[in-house]
T-cell receptor, first 115, second 110 residues
Framework: NAGVTQTPKFRILKIGQSMTLQCAQDMNHNYMYWYRQDPGMGLKLIYYSVGAGITDKGEVPNGYNVSRSTTEDFPLRLELAAPSQTSVYFC??????????????FGEGSWLTVV | QKEVEQDPGPLSVPEGAIVSLNCTYSNSAFQYFMWYRQYSRKGPELLMYTYSSGNKEDGRFTAQVDKSSKYISLFIRDSQPSDSATYLCAMSANDYKLSFGAGTTVTVRA
């Protein structure tokens, strides 16, 4: 059972370039998320999805786009990369949190540097 | 005011000490409270989950929730070097979105 798989692990982008961070989960979770984590700032929600074909903005969506064509996959697109997007990105998935023991499962993270 | 405030740390304690971690929150709609542990260069993993005021114990870990004061705590007894990590509090007001604290980095010295 792979859980949540993110690729790539590390990437360096030049300002203005675009890229897609891939995310896949094999737990049949309906909810999927993208977070970014900056030093001392905790995890900030970028986008989330409650099911295939449904996505919504989180706290910090500017400069990003997502799609959810299948239950398993939730790619994050960075358009016109900026230095402010240098961060660690985590994809995550879950069932409903309103049941004890249910939780958000995180991937290993993707370290992105924009230069 | 941030929705979730976490004591910033860092904390450095000797092996065997009790570690105390704290968060306060402003949103009275939060119903579910969690603590995550994050090792360096890894994703967070769930440590404790509580949904009512009071204490919940799991081995060396105790989670405490006081909804009237909007305050949650995590205690680690008999701390070990393997407990060295960043601890994140998280809270939810609905069934799919978590709000996280900024994290407290703990180092347990052997």
């Amino acid at each position: 059972n792979a859980g949540v798989t993110q690729t790539p692990k590390f990437r360096i982008l030049k300002i203005g370039q675009s890229m897609t961070l891939q995310c896949a989960q094999d737990m049949n979770h309906n909810y999927m998320y993208w977070y970014r984590q900056d030093p001392g700032m905790g995890l900030k929600l970028i986008y989330y999805s409650v099911g295939a074909g449904i996505t919504d903005k989180g706290e910090v969506p500017n400069g990003y786009n997502v799609s959810r064509s299948t239950t398993e996959d939730f790619p994050l697109r960075l358009e016109l990369a900026a230095p402010s997007q240098t961060s660690v990105y985590f994809c995550a998935s879950s069932y409903s949190l309103f049941r004890e023991g249910n939780t958000i499962y995180f991937g290993e993270g993707s370290w992105l540097t924009v230069v | 005011q941030k929705e979730v405030e976490q004591d910033p740390g860092p904390l450095s304690v000797p092996e065997g000490a009790i570690v105390s971690l704290n968060c306060t929150y402003s949103n009275s709609a939060f119903q579910y409270f969690m603590w995550y542990r994050q090792y360096s260069r890894k994703g967070p993993e769930l440590l404790m989950y509580t949904y009512s005021s009071g204490n919940k114990e799991d081995g060396r870990f105790t989670a405490q929730v006081d909804k009237s004061s909007k305050y949650i705590s995590l205690f680690i007894r008999d701390s070990q070097p393997s407990d060295s990590a960043t601890y994140l509090c998280a809270m939810s007001a609905n069934d799919y979105k978590l709000s996280f604290g900024a994290g407290t980095t703990v180092t347990v010295r052997a």
